[in-house]
């Protein structure tokens, strides 16, 4: 039954059956009694919810009678402009119907929790998406280039200084900049440093001082004091993750697939732009010309 739950035409199908039952109990509310207005019990009590929202207290008698009211306002002028059929060609209310449709196949496809198999393997699909990247925690000292009139020179004495157990804060130059860097990524090191300084101080291995590094600063003696290598988590590490991106894209591949189905039984005629007489003609996703009339 799993195996055959993952399949995409069992979807649809449950899609469908959900969108034909709507319809048709549309249809027959609509077409057995089409000037009955109910104002149910569920109803009363959304208005009533609705006016405690905004009011902070339930609606008094004669302020739910013209809850009411309104409520049956709006349903008269909603039928009157479907009569009228003042919703054809409307591009706002065509763009909030399918919004609507989209928002009940998005609810349909949360139905539905996803175990640990189908993560694993989404996770499989998407390395990209859950591999962490390299992580270092390091120090650095920075050397500024206009204080020192042969930099090379210098920062190989500081080096060496530090490599001797000189503390960090008492050598270098002043600056901005923090000193310490806890478990930062290359993309979080390029952020500051730029990608050149990031690229080179990432594969470095704890231990000694080495430099010097050159970023969009100046220069920098680094010390690289932890690493953690570039690795994939299990699933148990970054599942919340896992299952967001995961319904995310279930709800664009469902959303998808049952418009493919929908549109395979539209005939899609496009006209040429010029007028001309020529058209094109899609019928179940064939192609075919055909003159436009």
């Not at 952020?191 to 594969?203: K, P, S």
């Amino acid at each position: 039954m799993k195996a055959l739950w993952k399949e995409p035409v069992v979807h649809f199908l449950l899609i469908g059956t959900v969108l034909f039952t709507a319809y048709e109990l549309r249809q027959e509310e609509e077409n057995t009694v089409p000037n009955h207005i109910l104002v149910g019990s569920g109803q009363l009590e959304q208005l009533a919810a609705r006016f405690q929202r905004s009011r902070l207290r339930l609606p008094t008698d004669i302020e739910l009678a013209a809850l009411i009211e309104g409520h049956v306002r709006e349903e008269v002028y909603y039928r009157q402009a479907l009569a009228m059929g003042l919703d054809r060609d409307d591009a706002v209310v065509r763009q909030r119907m399918r919004q609507k449709l989209e928002f009940l196949l998005e609810d349909l496809a949360t139905e539905t929790t996803p175990g640990d198999e189908q993560l694993i393997e989404f996770m499989q699909r998407h390395p990209e998406k859950f591999r962490q990247e390299t992580r270092i925690s390091f120090t650095q000292v920075f050397l500024n280039p206009d204080k020192h009139q042969d930099l090379a020179a210098d920062a190989m004495q500081t080096l060496n200084r530090l490599n001797n157990g000189a503390p960090p804060e008492t050598e270098g130059d002043p600056t901005l900049l923090e000193q310490e860097f806890l478990l930062a990524t290359q993309h979080q090191i390029a952020r500051i440093f730029g990608d050149l300084f990031a690229q080179q101080i990432v594969v470095l291995e704890p231990g000694g001082w080495s430099g010097p590094f050159n970023s969009t600063y100046g220069d920098h003696l680094v010390r690289v004091s932890a690493k953690q290598t570039e690795r994939f988590p299990a699933l148990e590490e970054v599942r919340k993750q896992v299952e967001r991106d995961y319904m995310v894209q279930r709800r664009l591949e469902l959303k998808d697939i049952t418009y493919q189905k929908l549109r395979e039984g539209y005939e899609i005629i496009v006209e040429k732009r010029d007028g001309a007489g020529a058209g094109m003609t899609e019928n179940t996703g064939a192609e075919s010309d055909q003159s436009a009339e």
